[in-house]
């Protein structure tokens, strides 16, 4: 949950509107619809182009800001996504789970707000939370309500009518909170429960994500009716990286077999937490203790902020649930605006969520793999480009024309030609070295092997585009060649006042082994790039607001501006169709 915001949102808005009181409180702050209006008249009169930047396929809702997903499920054939909305506004307050429902992960039908401020318990906002289907395939939702005092307490929902498979109501019994912050826990860094797994014992168990001091701590709880919890002895996990938001915990198997919840008996796990310090997620793999109730890193595995990330770009408080139609794991993600908050206001909507990602553990069990759900492929249109085995020298480039690349799924593949161009590795530099790695040679950078990639959401002149790309380095210690994949945004837009930072990670794969070879996929929607290497090793979402490269003049290009040549393999360009979005959000009275 991003409360972070609050304060400075209310300054910004303070700031933009000099005019009448569309700003109540500070933790309820509101734009009413007369300043929206006026906001978005001027916008209008200045040139933007706002809708032209809405996504076609990535979920959003028509209207208002949205963050975390939330209490994601799948319950008799429906998936349900609920996620943090401002009923009310484009910045951060308010904050309900609003609910939409999908039988394909693709078209979803929105519904009003499932769990919304009506109990003492959380009068003052319906955060985070998870769903857990029990054995009987029941579903309960645990959630974080912000309490008349603003102490952040867990409380409990269950569906009011479970015929109905889109699961509309929900009821809040009178004896939650059933959580609240114990002594020595601070009830303002208390949040967030996950999914809860049944231990061998028949104890439930869940995590709360929590602080103390600087330590970030995953917080155990037992529970044998779901109703009574008491807080275990010790935490889950802990680590020095300050408040933990959004833990996630999750038993995996090799080759993307799907399995069941936490108390499975699964010899590995995975542990994600969203750092609320530094905005970013990390995760680890490791073991599962079920008689210390502890979870521990398996050695080699890095856990702090130098350590894995699904995606090294804009994605944030993440959420995976089990899929037992199609026995996968599927991860939701939300990614929010990379504008200014004026922009956010004037545009009338804020935060995306990423495609939903099947996750599975890597054959050599060190990382996860992600890749978009197969059903995002049902968008491809009939319109279409493909490529096969084209040179594209040092310092050349070339357009893929043929499809409309603004919202498109572009699968490549790129070979080095001559890997012995590859400048040397920088032994000191870590994984979390990657960024500035890139940042400090940019797409534009000449070098050995690489940059070369996709320039999307490009102008015809290129004065606006998006860089996607690869650069590989050679270590002298060990003669591997080390692989970077960067997202450049720096031109990506003409406009002023954005957040254009360069994202990157390294991506482990043997690049000598593969023949140079290396793939990447690039989904691409209109003000998001989201980007997978090494079939999802190394993941990147970045948001740009192109000001020229929108609509119909938007242009794709491949381009390579390191020495040696590098070839297409195969890239296939497709034009995306846009989702179907039913329903509404707007709670019915
Ligand atoms: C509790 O957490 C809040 C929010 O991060 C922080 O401002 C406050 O200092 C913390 N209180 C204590 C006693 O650590
Ligand atoms: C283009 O590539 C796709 C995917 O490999 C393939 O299914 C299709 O037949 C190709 N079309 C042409 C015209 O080569
Ligand atoms: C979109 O969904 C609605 C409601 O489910 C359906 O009636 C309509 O045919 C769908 N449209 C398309 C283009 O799939
Ligand atoms: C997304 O917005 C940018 C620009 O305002 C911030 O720098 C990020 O911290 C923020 N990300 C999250 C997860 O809130």
């Known amino acids: 949950m991003a409360i972070r915001t609050a304060t400075w949102v209310v300054f910004l808005l303070l700031a933009l509107l000099s005019s009448s009181g569309g700003v109540a409180e500070a933790s309820h702050q509101v734009l009413s619809e007369a300043d929206f209006f006026q906001v978005s008249a001027e916008a209008a009169e200045r040139g933007h182009n706002d809708d032209a930047l809405r996504t076609g396929y990535h979920f959003q809702p028509p209207k208002h800001w949205i963050n975390d997903p939330n209490g994601v499920m799948y319950y008799k054939g429906v998936y349900h996504l609920f996620y943090q909305y401002n009923p009310k506004g484009a910045v951060w307050g308010n904050i309900v789970w609003a609910h939409a429902v999908s039988t394909n992960l693709v078209d979803w039908t929105m519904l009003p707000p499932a769990i919304y401020p009506t109990a003492p318990f959380d009068v003052n906002g319906c955060w985070s939370g998870s769903a857990t289907v029990f054995p009987d395939g029941t579903p309960a939702i645990m959630y974080t309500g ?31 909170p059933v959580i609240a912050p114990g002594p020595g826990v601070n009830a303002t860094a208390f949040r967030d429960p996950t999914t809860a797994w049944k231990g061998p014992d028949g104890l439930w168990r869940l995590v709360v994500g929590t602080k103390d001091n600087h330590l970030g701590l995953a917080v155990l709880y037992r529970s044998r009716d779901f109703k009574r919890w008491e807080p275990a002895p010790r935490a889950l996990h802990s680590g020095d990286s300050g408040m933990w938001e959004c833990p996630d915990f999750y038993p995996v198997a090799a080759h993307g077999v799907a399995t069941g919840s936490a108390g499975a008996g699964e010899s590995k796990y995975v542990l994600k937490v969203s750092l609320d310090l530094t905005r970013f997620e990390y995760y680890t793999v490791g073991e599962y203790d079920h008689a210390t109730d502890t979870y521990a890193p398996d050695a080699g595995q890095r856990d702090g902020d130098d350590g894995l990330r699904y995606d090294y770009g804009n994605f ?248 040696s040549d590098v070839k297409v393999n195969h890239l296939h360009a497709y034009e995306m169709r846009s989702a179907n979005i039913t329903g509404s959000v707007e709670q019915s009275t």
């Open 316 to 563: 944030y408080a993440s959420k995976t649930f089990l899929d037992t139609a199609k026995h996968r794991r599927i991860l939701w993600g939300w990614a929010n605006e990379s504008d200014s908050t004026a922009d956010d206001v004037r545009k009338g909507w804020a935060g995306v969520q990423a495609v939903p990602r099947k996750v599975w553990l890597a054959p050599d069990g060190k990382q996860l793999m992600q890749w978009p759900v197969a059903e995002i492929e049902s968008l491809r249109g009939s319109n279409y480009v493909n490529i096969t085995n084209r040179l594209v020298k040092g310092g050349d480039h070339f357009e893929v024309t043929g499809s409309s690349p603004a919202q498109a799924d572009v699968e490549a593949s790129f070979q080095v030609m001559d890997l012995d161009k590859a400048e040397p590795f920088d032994p000191a530099w870590k994984a979390a070295d990657a960024q500035t790695v890139c940042a400090a040679r940019g797409a534009d950078a000449k070098g050995g092997v690489g940059p070369f990639g996709l320039w999307v959401l490009a102008s015809d002149d290129l004065k606006e585009k998006t860089a996607v790309f690869f650069r590989v380095f050679k270590n002298g210690e060990d003669g591997k060649h080390v692989v970077l994949m960067c997202n450049d945004p720096s031109t990506s837009s003409q406009a002023d006042g954005l957040y254009k930072p360069t994202f990157a990670g390294f991506v482990d794969v043997d690049i000598a082994q593969s023949g140079g070879k290396i793939p990447l996929r690039t989904l691409i929607d209109h003000s998001v790039v989201e980007s997978f290497g090494a079939h999802g090793k190394t993941c990147i979402l970045s948001r740009v607001y192109p000001t020229k490269a929108v609509g119909d003049k938007a242009h794709l290009y491949v381009f390579n501006n390191g020495e």
């Open 146 to 176: 912000i309490d008349g005092q603003n102490r952040q307490v867990q409380n409990i929902a269950y569906p009011k009518d479970l015929s109905d498979p889109y699961l509309r109501e929900w009821t809040k019994p009178d004896y939650n």
